[in-house]
Each structure stands twice: as structure tokens, then as C-alpha cells.
């Protein structure tokens, strides 16, 4: 049974790699990504993984994974910068405040979908304007929903969490294994 994963993301790459899985072929998708007009948060990032996953090509033996990672402050979905000064509008919103980070993993065998959205709580320290400098100097923000990834720099910003890390940092392994076995893959090669 072939593998493909629908995401460019390194990280989710490594994620797939704990579980012992390598993909057959990596696609990127190609889609609007845009809210709709007062979608919330977790149905967007919802929607989102489905019509990734539905602009997938690949042979009905395959299973296909696709997933999206959505920040969100109250209803404001906080996406992937689009340059330098979003980011720093995105972690100025966050600092010393709670937010959401939402994955939702879908994933395709033949006919048949599976999907499962994780939500989860993070809350940011009071970031100092050294600090979101420091942080925006890095170019780490780039391509990340929010702004910044929790896997890297911006770790020493997060004092508290509660959920899922591996959801935050874009696939939650535990429920995308889940998913996987369901539609017939082996885990753990």
C-alpha cells in the first residue's frame, strides 16, 4: 500500500518519521486557503485539510494524508505570515495572552476519508520588543500559522500548554496513527 503525503511541511515530514513512516511520494496542494466570510477557526482549518486532501491525485490503493495547522485568537484565525511586519502584528496579539493552535489531519483510502481535528491551549509570556525583535530577526515565523513554531526559538515564549505538542507543531501523532491504521496502513515498520 502506497503512502502519499499531501503537505510540504518538513516538520510534518519528521513528525511521520517518530512513528517509523516514510512516504512513497510527497504533493504538495494547491488551493485557496482563505476564510470564508465568519467561518470560525475550526471549521476552517477543517474544511481546509478536506479540500487538500480532495485536490490530491493518486491511485485508489494509495492512502493519502493531508492536514492543516490554524492558529486562533477568540474567532481571529492567525494563518502564516505573509511578510515580516503580519508576523510581528500576530505575536503582539498573543503576547502574555492564551490562544488556540487547531490541526485537523484527513486522510484517504480508496473511496473512503477519515478526519479528526485537535484543538489545543497555549499561552504566551509577556513578550518584550527585544524579544519579538530578536525572535522576527530569525526568519523563523516564516511559514508558520501564527507566526512562530513551537519546536524552535520561540519555545522559550511558551511557559504553558495543554493538548497536544505534537498537534501544535503541526500533526498530532497520536490521532493521525489512529487515522492511518484505520485506513489500513502499518504503523511502526
Known sequence: MAFVLGSGSPRRLELLKQIGLTPDAIRSPDIDEAPLPGELPRSYCSRIALE???SIEADTDCVVLCADTTVSVGRRILGKPSNRAEAETFLRLMSGRRHRVITAVAVRSGEKIWSKDVVSSVRMKVLSDREIESYLVLNDWQGKAGGYGIQGP??????WIKGSFTGIVGL??????????????????
Open 172 to 189: 498530532p501523532l497520536a490521532e493521525t496513527a489512529r487515522l492511518l491504521e484505520t485506513a489500513g496502513m502499518k504503523i511502526w515498520k
Open 52 to 54: 487538500k486532501l480532495t
Open 154 to 159: 520561540a519555545s522559550a515564549f511558551i511557559p
